[in-house]
């Protein structure tokens, strides 16, 4: 994906259909050039203004050169851009048709289309984000709740960067003085004391644990997770929902197999997202409709990251309990017991229902909105291990490891240290955490892990 720095791109920034206002941006060397091409200005201007709102006529490049849109043109000049390029925005009506045309007319002047992620792709080789602020600009654009948005914010402003390039920066400079001590053995130039070696290793090791103690909550406040509902017919799997949802959702009824379709919605849990799956009861049936619904159930189960197993309080167990149960059980994942309709008369004890699955049980009545213990259970199953505010949040399942692969090379480092072994082993582990802790901020980076990283960036940004 990485392409020549010597090129102009262009793109739509705006989101796709009718609104207030559609930009196409453009980054380059000749964005300037390109712009003026395409844009009429609207009185004595010959050069746009930097950071200065032009009006102008938008309009196709080729004679009779007919106006397509007229809007603003901003002109924000490298280094001190997005990108650190020259950046040229059109800003126009919004809409699909008028927007397209706009950006037609830019690459006929001479722009090419940017690819995804491209902008903040040249904004991190100009120096003007590392490759961990650069992730933030997706996650901010991404982000499904106010706690992932700040956490996005955060990594944005630098906070977990900082704190990386400290270790990588202690990491290399024992290495400096290790490298010394091996060249220049035989020049009298002092070891670096092993007692000071290992406490600076262990004081290194000690920040990466605090940082990576709040990484698992760091990727559910940016990822979330998949709840999915399931048990036998009529246990109020769908009543559940609606109340977790606090809208109706799904459709209640009285009649078993009403849910033939895994149904889908998300909603906020303590600022963390949730994907709830409503299924179709499992049970044998010889409905083929039925029958597809079920299997979607299984495959819901499958994919699902805790199973919500929904008992009927109100009637005794039955053999599609426990058949539900059971699958719950060999699906190997966390797990809650609901029992629900407890505003009815129990008809069998809360041990009951522990028996059936190895997890936590609570009691609810959906129909009357009463799931604080549903929610109570889930937060008890994401536990807590919140960031630290000082060192940044870590809300990226690429980033974990490569801390964690630091960490792991650290431990060869001090293990060398400690053994009494020569300063050359010791480095070996310092430089790999260095490779490690590089590949967070992006010294480290290879043109395929950013063709990865960027390819999933919409384009326009």
Same mark, same amino acid.
């Given at each position: 994906?990485?392409?020549?720095?010597?090129?102009?791109?262009?793109?739509?920034?705006?989101?796709?259909?009718?609104?207030?206002?559609?930009?196409?941006?453009?980054?380059?060397?000749?964005?300037?050039? @390109?712009?003026?091409?395409?844009?009429?200005?609207?009185?004595?201007?010959?050069?746009?203004?930097?950071?200065?709102?032009?009006?102008?006529?938008?309009?196709?490049?080729?004679?009779?050169?007919?106006? *397509?849109?007229?809007?603003?043109?901003?002109?924000?000049?490298?280094?001190?851009?997005?990108?650190?390029?020259?950046? *040229?925005?059109?800003?126009?009506?919004?809409?699909?048709?008028?927007?397209?045309? &706009?950006?037609?007319?830019?690459?006929?002047?001479?722009?090419?289309?940017?690819?995804?992620?491209?902008?903040?792709?040249?904004?991190?080789?100009?120096?003007?984000?590392?490759?961990?602020?650069?992730?933030?600009?997706?996650?901010?654009?991404? =982000?499904?709740?106010?706690?992932?948005?700040? =956490?996005?914010?955060?990594?944005?402003?630098?906070?977990?960067?900082?704190? &990386?390039?400290?270790?990588?920066?202690?990491?290399?400079?024992?290495?400096? %003085?290790?490298?010394?001590?091996?060249?220049?053995?035989?020049?009298?130039?002092?070891? @670096?004391?092993?007692?000071?070696?290992?406490?600076?290793?262990?004081?290194?090791?000690?920040?990466?644990?605090?940082?990576?103690?709040?990484?698992?909550?760091?990727?559910?406040?940016?990822?979330?997770?998949?709840?999915?509902?399931?048990?036998?017919?009529?246990?109020?799997?769908?009543?559940?929902?609606?109340?977790?949802?606090?809208?109706?959702?799904? *459709? &209640?009824?009285?009649?078993?197999?009403?849910?033939?379709?895994? #149904?889908?919605?998300?909603?906020?849990?303590?600022?963390?997202?949730?994907?709830?799956?409503?299924?179709?009861?499992?049970?044998?049936?010889?409905?083929?409709?039925?029958?597809?619904?079920?299997? %979607?159930?299984?495959?819901?189960?499958?994919?699902?990251?805790? =199973?919500?197993?929904?008992?009927?309080?109100?009637?005794?167990?039955?053999?599609?309990?426990?058949?539900?149960?059971?699958? #719950?059980?060999?699906?190997?994942?966390?797990?809650?017991? #609901? &029992?629900?309709?407890?505003?009815?008369?129990?008809?069998?004890?809360?041990?009951?229902?522990?028996?059936?699955?190895?997890?936590?049980?609570?009691?609810?009545?959906?129909?009357?909105?009463?799931?604080?213990? #549903?929610? =109570?259970?889930?937060?008890?199953?994401?536990?807590?291990?919140?960031?630290?505010?000082?060192?940044?949040?870590?809300?990226?399942?690429?980033?974990?490891?490569?801390?964690?692969?630091?960490?792991?090379?650290?431990?060869?480092?001090?293990?060398?240290?400690?053994?009494?072994?020569?300063?050359?082993?010791?480095?070996?582990?310092?430089?790999?955490? @260095?490779?490690?802790?590089?590949?967070?901020?992006?010294?480290?980076?290879?043109?395929?892990?950013?063709?990865? *990283?960027?390819?999933?960036?919409?384009?326009?940004?």
């Amino acid at each position: 994906m990485t392409r020549a720095l010597s090129d102009t791109i262009a793109a739509v920034a705006t989101a796709p259909g009718p609104g207030g206002i559609g930009i196409v941006r453009l980054s380059g060397p000749e964005a300037c050039g @390109v712009a003026q091409r395409v844009a009429r200005f609207r009185g004595d201007v010959e050069r746009p203004r930097p950071r200065y709102a032009h009006r102008v006529d938008v309009v196709d490049p080729a004679p009779p050169h007919a106006v *397509i849109d007229d809007g603003l043109l901003l002109y924000m000049p490298g280094p001190n851009s997005y990108t650190g390029e020259d950046v *040229i925005e059109l800003q126009g009506h919004g809409g699909v048709l008028v927007t397209t045309r &706009v950006l037609d007319a830019v690459l006929r002047a001479g722009a090419r289309p940017a690819e995804p992620g491209e902008f903040t792709l040249r904004a991190f080789l100009n120096g003007r984000l590392d490759l961990a602020q650069a992730e933030a600009v997706a996650d901010l654009v991404a =982000a499904p709740t106010a706690e992932a948005l700040a =956490a996005a914010a955060d990594q944005l402003g630098g906070r977990l960067s900082g704190s &990386v390039r400290d270790l990588r920066r202690a990491c290399l400079d024992l290495m400096a %003085r290790l490298e010394a001590e091996i060249d220049f053995a035989e020049e009298d130039v002092p070891a @670096v004391p092993r007692d000071e070696l290992r406490r600076t290793l262990e004081s290194i090791d000690e920040t990466l644990e605090a940082i990576l103690a709040g990484a698992d909550r760091g990727m559910l406040q940016r990822h979330g997770f998949r709840v999915v509902l399931v048990g036998s017919p009529n246990v109020g799997k769908s009543s559940l929902m609606n109340a977790l949802l606090a809208t109706e959702r799904a *459709i &209640v009824t009285e009649v078993p197999g009403t849910t033939r379709d895994v #149904v889908e919605e998300s909603f906020n849990l303590d600022g963390i997202p949730v994907r709830l799956s409503d299924t179709a009861g499992l049970r044998p049936t010889d409905d083929p409709v039925e029958r597809i619904g079920v299997d %979607r159930s299984g495959a819901a189960l499958a994919a699902a990251d805790v =199973a919500a197993l929904v008992l009927d309080g109100s009637r005794a167990l039955v053999d599609a309990d426990r058949d539900a149960a059971r699958q #719950v059980a060999e699906a190997d994942k966390a797990a809650i017991v #609901v &029992v629900n309709k407890s505003d009815l008369t129990s008809a069998f004890p809360v041990e009951d229902a522990a028996g059936l699955v190895d997890a936590p049980v609570c009691r609810t009545s959906a129909i009357n909105g009463d799931v604080a213990a #549903v929610r =109570a259970a889930l937060r008890e199953l994401i536990g807590d291990g919140a960031p630290n505010p000082d060192l940044g949040t870590v809300a990226s399942l690429r980033h974990k490891k490569a801390l964690e692969r630091a960490r792991e090379e650290l431990a060869g480092a001090r293990e060398a240290a400690s053994g009494g072994l020569p300063a050359d082993f010791i480095a070996i582990g310092l430089g790999g955490a @260095v490779q490690a802790l590089g590949e967070v901020t992006g010294e480290s980076a290879t043109e395929d892990l950013l063709d990865t *990283i960027f390819a999933k960036f919409c384009i326009g940004k």
